[in-house]
């Protein structure tokens, strides 16, 4: 994989014209670090994604209430080898309107700080990964399920009860896990 220039992009995503429809949000991201935090803004989604390799350029696809956030197709041939000068970093926040979230990830490491949001539902689906999680404010709206499948990783999930979830799935490889149910416990919860 060759390096080039470090490039910066800015993305802002506006709110759907319908502020009361489900905005169904697809992140897509590979190695790297990534951050997604509750914005200021009036934005569905704002940020900044720098990366030094030209296949990591991300690409934002929007078709009604669907919008996909992905990096770039990197073509590997062979086995591939990585550099530690190899830049991917993505520093998103979501507006506060109602959100189905789709995050599909690779080996990457990950702060999510999902409190204070309007979440539906949430799934994320990443590989050997290393991920901090957090509800620290109250999910806004009921959430139906939310759904967490990882490889062998280290995932600390803390502030779950703040989520307000219907029902929660956890899959997970070998690795080091932590579900912290602190929060306010609105209703009964079932977690698998």
């Not at 905005?23 to 897509?28: D, E, I, K, P, S």
């Not at 009604?64 to 080898?81: A, D, F, T």
């Not at 539902?121 to 967490?148: Q, W």
Request: charged share 15%.
């Amino acid at each position: 994989v060759k390096t080039g220039q470090t490039q910066t992009e800015t993305l802002n995503v506006p709110m759907l014209a319908d502020r009361t429809a489900i905005a169904n949000v697809t992140l897509g991201f590979g190695a790297g670090d990534f951050s997604l935090a509750p914005g200021t803004g009036d934005a569905l989604i704002t940020g900044t994604v720098t990366y030094n390799v030209a296949d990591f350029k991300p690409k934002v696809t929007t078709d009604g209430n669907n919008i996909h956030v992905e990096q770039g197709n990197l073509n590997i041939q062979g086995i591939p080898s990585f550099s530690e000068n190899i830049k991917n970093q993505w520093n998103l926040t979501l507006g506060n309107a109602p959100i189905n979230l789709v995050v599909n990830a690779g080996a990457y490491n990950g702060n999510y700080e999902l409190g204070g949001l309007s979440l539906q539902d949430v799934e994320i689906s990443d590989g050997a990964s290393n991920v901090n999680l957090s509800f620290s404010k109250p999910n806004l709206i009921a959430m139906d399920t939310l759904r967490y499948q990882t490889g062998a990783s280290s995932i600390k999930l803390t502030g779950l009860a703040n989520a307000n979830f219907n029902t929660m799935t956890f899959r997970c490889g070998a690795g080091s896990y932590t579900l912290d149910f602190s929060g306010q416990l609105k209703r009964d919860e079932t977690v698998n």
